[in-house]
């Protein structure tokens, strides 16, 4: 199955390239390769050529000059030649004059007549490559021309070979050779650059080519798992970047299905928050005319009542905020923080015969800088976390302690509330993902809001939320607020009735 993905993925792949989609494309990848590849064979081969020919140049003058050398000395032994064989050796070795010198005496062997326009005079024993190479270049194009002379030594019997060569000579042989080596240097470079481009299409561009085509098929239809490319198993750097986009891929996948999912929850959560809303104000009206009853019982518990659907109806107002928009903007009074885990504890329902027991440590006194509804929206979220914790622990030893226990203390320029518990904790593989929307701590029947919306609403206070390590068992939440340090109700006294120094009361004028 996976053999035939790969093979339509393939197809799918060279046709992407062969149809460029509506844009403009110069030379591809390929077309360059190609091109580069040629360029550097044939610079290869250039570098090739230069000392070839300078080379095969110093051979034909050594073949010359042997030519004559070989003959010189048995010229030299028989004592005289005839016009004929001069002519012979002069035609063997295209010189126009031969001349041999040998122990400090010069003869001349052959010449047709005497040579005029010598261009240039060459030494072997003083030639170098750089001075060869550029007299064959200044040969091939034709700077030099007339006749070369030429000394080289003999090596049979000793002596010099002084000769003379016309330059066309040695050019017509130099041309020749050069187109050989031309001829030669396509070849190579056209079975070389084949090679090599079929090589490197087949190792890089095709393994590419099928990545962009993933690409732009997974562009296309990100929803569609079919279109995730699926992994050659290559053991190279391609082979880890096809596994690193299917790993990409397929988190984008379920990413987008998911939004999907929460899009279509969505829809169907502000249709029940239509009908809820209108449920709940039917229930504003019941409870208005209970508060009409004398029963003491009905007017003590019909406005926490009240105030509790007063809540409700505000959340269903809210209810489609998170992830759609902003939470509203906090209306920061200052406010006793007591009342708010008052109104807590009275929504949580923690009554005398529960098992699980309500702390709170906080003075009446204590004030803090909140939006009341939002600050008690954080608090109920964070008590209710822990109360359902504790609810499902199934630990049946009588001896457990079951609490939540709420503090708060100034610290400077801020002020820092405390919610702890005693139940089983947050475990350590979901503290990562804690505060974000859908992540639950694990509670049967969560839907992950709770401790996202909380740090919201702190963070738009400009405070923090955060999970506090500590030593005993349970969780402990540490919301963290700006605080306007305001004078204490001691210093308050003390600025109505001041004292001396004494401690008695100071007398005013």
């Known amino acids: 199955m996976q053999d035939r993905h790969r093979i339509e993925a393939d197809k799918q792949a ?18 360059k390769l190609l091109v580069l590849t040629i360029l550097f064979v044939m610079l290869s081969e250039v570098l090739i050529f230069v000392p070839s020919i300078a080379n095969f140049r110093n051979t034909w003058l050594q073949d010359k000059l042997a030519v004559a050398g070989v003959a010189g000395a048995l010229i030299e032994d028989a004592g005289s030649v005839s016009a004929g064989v001069q002519q012979e050796l002069l035609d063997a070795t295209g010189a126009v004059a031969i001349s041999l010198n040998h122990e400090g005496m010069r003869r001349l062997i052959a010449m047709n007549e005497p040579p005029e326009g010598i261009a240039d005079t060459i030494v072997m024993e003083n030639e170098t490559p750089w001075s060869a190479i550029a007299c064959s ?19 049979m019997g000793g002596g010099q070979v ?9 050019r ?7 187109l050989n080596i031309l001829q030669l240097s396509l070849v190579i470079s056209i079975i070389t650059a084949t090679l090599v481009y079929s090589s490197l299409r087949w190792l890089f561009l095709r393994p590419m080519q099928r990545l962009t085509a993933s690409m732009a098929r997974f562009a296309r239809e990100p929803e569609d798992k079919v279109a995730i490319i699926q992994p050659s198993g290559r053991a190279d750097e391609l082979g880890e970047a096809e596994r ?58 019909a406005p926490k009542l009240l105030a509790t659907l007063d809540r409700a109806t505000g959340y269903t107002k809210a209810v489609m905020s998170y992830g759609k928009a902003q939470e509203a903007a906090p209306n920061i009074r200052v406010i006793r923080l007591a009342d708010i885990i008052s109104d807590v504890e009275d929504v949580l329902g923690i009554g005398t015969n529960s098992d699980i027991r309500f702390e709170s440590a906080i003075s009446q006194d204590f004030e803090i800088d909140a939006d009341p509804e939002q600050i008690f929206r954080v608090i109920m979220n964070l008590c209710r976390n822990a109360l359902q914790a504790m609810q499902e622990d199934k630990t049946v030893d009588i001896s457990v302690i079951k609490r939540i226990s709420i503090a708060a203390e100034e610290k400077g320029n801020t002020v820092e509330i405390i919610v702890c518990d005693t139940g089983p904790g947050v475990p350590d593989h979901l503290r990562e993902n804690l505060f974000r929307a859908f992540h639950t701590a694990g509670k049967s029947g969560g839907t992950g809001l709770g401790l996202a919306i909380a740090a919201e609403i702190v963070k738009a206070h400009e405070g923090t939320l955060t999970l506090r390590d500590q030593a005993g068992p349970g969780a402990c939440f540490v919301i963290t607020l700006p605080h306007h340090q305001r004078p204490t109700q001691k210093s308050k006294i003390a600025r109505l009735f001041p004292k001396d120094a004494n401690g008695r009361l100071r007398k005013e004028p």
């Open 172 to 178: 017509r042989d130099l041309l020749a050779y050069s």
């Open 137 to 155: 270049f200044q040969t091939l194009i034709g700077v030099k021309t007339g006749n070369l002379r030429v000394i080289g030594d003999v090596r």
């Open 162 to 170: 002084d000769m003379v060569i016309p330059i066309a000579n040695m």
């Open 244 to 301: 690193q986009l299917a790993e990409m891929e397929t988190k984008l996948n379920q990413a987008l299905k998911q939004q999907r999912k929460l899009a279509d929850l969505g829809l169907a959560v502000s249709k029940i928050n239509h009908d809820l809303r209108n449920i709940l104000s039917s229930a504003q009206l019941f409870i208005e005319r209970l508060e009409g009853l004398p029963d003491p019982t009905v007017q003590r518990i």
């Open 14 to 31: 060279h046709q992407t390239v062969q149809r460029p989609s509506g844009r403009r494309m110069g030379f591809g990848l390929s077309s």
